[in-house]
């Protein structure tokens, strides 16, 4: 390899490594979020459609016979 291509693989080598490390990163902290978040976020949600389920059964059990 002439001096010239040496040196234009080894900044996009490097460029390569920059633009990497930096996703990883970001994989890393999205990680890291995805295990520090509270337990009540999961609970409040299953509560709310619990809530929507019973509101449903509701409105079916109590619509107008034959109006299906």
């Not at 809530?51 to 016979?65: C, H």
């Amino acid at each position: 390899m002439s001096p010239e291509d040496r040196r234009k693989f080894d900044s996009w080598l490097k460029a390569n490594a920059v633009l990497g490390l930096i996703l990883f990163l970001g994989m890393l902290a999205m990680a890291f979020a995805a295990t520090t978040t509270s337990p009540k976020s999961s609970y409040v949600a299953a509560g709310m459609s619990s809530q929507l389920a019973k509101a449903a059964a509701v409105r079916e059990s109590s619509s107008v016979p034959g109006r299906r």
